[in-house]
């Protein structure tokens, strides 16, 4: 029989590996940044689909919500408050059915479409280009526009582009002036297709590449008014498509597109819910959401072999978890609630996008209301702020700051066979000096991160989080405010590291100033 003194002190050991092993270890390089995160990585997406437009950002003819042009003004007032940088539309798959001059001119007159895609609705196209360049002035934001090569024509994506940006005298400014617009719109980003290996046209990357290069070609470069054409680019590790892309377009595109949605199952045919699932569900997503980093790091390797210069850039302008749709509600209207597991997603892929930044020049998540992975959800007159929401609510200190390299040593969360890295971080500086320190716990247990900062001299630190007891909580109509951003303050200076202590289930900011 064993001391009892032996026996406690045993225990006091494994207790103190127990305790070591939730300490991550992270080393800040506040000497080598060089690198702009472009605030084009915090875009957003809106597609005609199911509730996004329409019963989302646009209202019905003399609605009691408040609006301004049917305009939903609690949406525009919540995404200016975080300052979304840019707005993709009309789609998604919807682009490459969507002709452009059915949605201009008096809204009477507007011809009806089936919107083939997503539910089979009627498209009554009463929220057309006009509607949505008077949005984009609303929220502030650059206009992301994908135009038609799956039905389309190069000569209807010319004539949309003269539209919109040519300053002079010729048929198209006449029809914008027609619509009470004299002035150019000077739209920069433009979509050549959406998702042309499937809904945009089934088409191989070889064809495709040619199509790219007929309709850039005509898609003019007005004056005061460049483009930025973005090629359609792969479907999640389809690599023989950025490959073949990067060959025969190149830098005749400003950017290639990648899409990749964070499936909990990864069934397609069965993705799991939204808000009922368990730790396993949990963790499986999680390991779904940090292939980004896979995907991101060997795309970029074959981007590097055709453009060393890092002069094209990857557009992740469709990303986001995608779950089975709300019981009850329309499938093809891709309504789902939006959990704390939403916000630990966010937060992992947009420090996968900031660390990545050199490559990684603009992203959009899917979808911005009501579809998807939303920032905003709307029922009648009421709207609900998502975790997701909050998130991007913290993380806009990166926008246009300097990347500072973070190097992280994590212990690994595990759930049965299936383990992640607990933390994942990614760190800036912005114009005035301060430094902005982004950390995620993915673990259901409270962790320590230890951080040497190098060239980094501060004399206060702040924080702000969003975090929830349960992975599975989410804001409801009727708790708006179960989750949202509080102030964090368990972060310190012990010597040369800074110390945090991150909660369970945390996104957390630090804010570190002279």
């Given at each position: 029989m064993k001391p009892l003194f032996t026996i406690i002190s045993l225990v006091f050991l494994l207790h103190q590996r127990a305790d070591c092993q939730q300490t991550a270890q992270a080393v800040l390089n506040g000497k080598d940044a060089k690198t702009q995160i472009s605030r084009h990585i915090y875009g957003q997406f809106s597609e005609h689909l199911g509730r996004s437009i329409?019963?989302?950002?646009?209202?019905?003819?003399?609605?009691?919500?408040?609006?301004?042009?049917?305009?939903?003004?609690?949406?525009?007032?919540?995404l200016k408050k975080i300052h979304i940088p840019n707005l993709r539309w009309p789609g998604g798959c919807f682009a490459d059915e969507y002709h452009w001059r059915d949605g201009i001119g008096e809204r009477t007159k507007r011809p009806k479409m089936v919107n083939t895609n997503w539910g089979g609705v009627t498209e009554d196209n009463s929220f057309g280009t006009n509607e949505f360049l008077e949005l984009c002035g609303m929220l502030n934001c650059e206009p992301y526009i994908s135009a038609n090569v799956g039905s389309g024509t190069v000569e209807e994506m010319s004539k949309w582009v003269e539209y919109l940006n040519f300053d002079g005298v010729s048929p198209m400014a006449a029809l914008r002036t027609e619509n009470g617009h004299p002035k150019p719109y000077k739209v920069s980003f433009w979509g050549v297709g959406?998702?042309?290996?499937?809904?945009?046209?089934s088409m191989t990357p070889d064809f495709y590449s040619d199509q790219f290069r007929r309709y850039a070609t005509y898609a003019r470069n007005y004056p005061g008014a460049p483009l930025k054409k973005i090629a359609s680019g792969a479907n999640s590790d389809d690599y023989h498509w950025t490959e073949v892309a990067m060959k025969n377009i190149g830098n005749r595109a400003w950017g290639l597109s990648l899409h990749y949605y964070t499936v909990p199952t990864g069934n397609w045919g069965d993705k799991g819910s939204a808000t009922n699932f368990d730790e396993k569900q949990?963790?499986?997503?999680?390991?779904?959401?940090?292939?980004?980093?896979?995907?991101?790091?060997?795309?970029?390797?074959?981007?590097?072999?055709?453009?060393?210069?890092?002069?094209?850039?990857?557009?992740?302008?469709?990303?986001?978890?995608?779950?089975?749709?709300?019981?009850?509600?329309?499938?093809?209207?891709?309504?789902?609630?939006?959990?704390?597991r939403d916000a630990l997603i966010a937060?992992?892929?947009?420090?996968?996008?900031?660390?990545?930044?050199?490559?990684?020049?603009?992203?959009?998540?899917?979808q911005t209301v009501n579809v998807l992975q939303s920032l905003v959800l709307t029922q009648k007159e009421k709207m609900i702020l998502?975790?997701?929401?909050?998130?991007?609510?913290?993380?806009?200190?990166?926008?246009?700051?300097?990347?500072?390299?973070?190097t992280i040593q994590s212990p690994d969360y595990m759930v049965d066979d299936i383990k992640v890295p607990a933390v994942n971080a990614s760190a800036s500086r912005d114009s005035n000096g301060v430094?902005?320190?982004?950390?995620?716990n993915l673990n259901t247990k409270k962790m320590t991160v230890s951080t040497v900062l190098q060239s980094v001299d501060y004399k206060s630190v702040q924080g702000r989080m969003v975090t929830s007891a349960k992975f599975t909580?989410?804001?409801?109509?009727?708790?708006?405010?179960?989750?949202?951003?509080?102030a964090f303050t368990g972060a310190k200076k012990q010597g040369a590291q800074l110390v945090a202590e991150l909660p369970a289930l945390s996104v957390v900011i630090l804010t570190l100033k002279k």
């Open positions: 329409y019963d989302g950002f646009w209202v019905s003819e003399g609605s009691a919500i408040p609006n301004k042009g049917r305009i939903r003004t609690d949406i525009v007032a919540a959406n998702e042309s290996w499937g809904c945009g046209g949990y963790i499986s997503t999680m390991r779904n959401c940090l292939h980004m980093e896979e995907l991101v790091n060997k795309h970029s390797a074959i981007m590097d072999k055709y453009d060393p210069a890092k002069k094209v850039a990857m557009v992740v302008d469709e990303w986001g978890i995608w779950t089975n749709v709300e019981p009850g509600t329309n499938p093809g209207f891709l309504f789902q609630q939006n959990s704390m937060g992992t892929t947009l420090n996968i996008f900031n660390n990545h930044a050199d490559r990684v020049k603009m992203a959009n998540l899917a998502t975790p997701t929401y909050h998130v991007f609510d913290l993380y806009q200190v990166h926008q246009d700051a300097t990347l500072l390299p973070i430094v902005h320190i982004s950390f995620v909580d989410y804001n409801s109509f009727d708790q708006p405010d179960k989750i949202t951003v509080t």
